[in-house]
């Protein structure tokens, strides 16, 4: 594990709580798939009204995780932080094995007689 000085916790935890959102994960979710996307096109795809995902989004903006700009009238994101991607990798992993193996610990032995 990286050693993070005292003074930095603070932030670490800010960025954790950040995405300790489901429905910020499923922005960022689609927001990974699509590489850049509109608000309308974002909630329409995590399934949340336009105003939650503006307001998820701005979180995510302020926090430093995503980015956007303006084409015209539309405003696009795109995800900023690229340890994101990393991140949601790692944890998703984690919990595939421990899935696997409670599946596996579930499951009767097949030598039984």
Not at 38 to 55: K, R, W
Not at 87 to 111: F, G, K, R, W
């Amino acid at each position: 594990m990286v050693r993070v000085p005292t003074e930095a916790l603070e932030d670490v935890a800010r960025r954790f709580a950040l995405l300790g959102d489901p429905t910020r994960l499923r922005v960022l979710r689609e927001l990974h798939q699509a590489g850049e996307s509109t608000v309308s096109a974002l909630a329409e795809a995590a399934g949340v009204s336009v105003a939650n995902a503006s307001q998820h989004l701005g979180r995510l903006a302020l926090g430093g995780v995503v980015g956007r700009r303006r084409v015209g009238r539309t405003v696009v994101y795109r995800i900023t932080e690229p340890a994101i991607d990393q991140l949601c990798a790692i944890v998703c992993a984690s919990l595939s094995i421990e899935t696997e193996s409670a599946s596996a610990a579930d499951e009767p032995d097949a030598d039984v007689s």
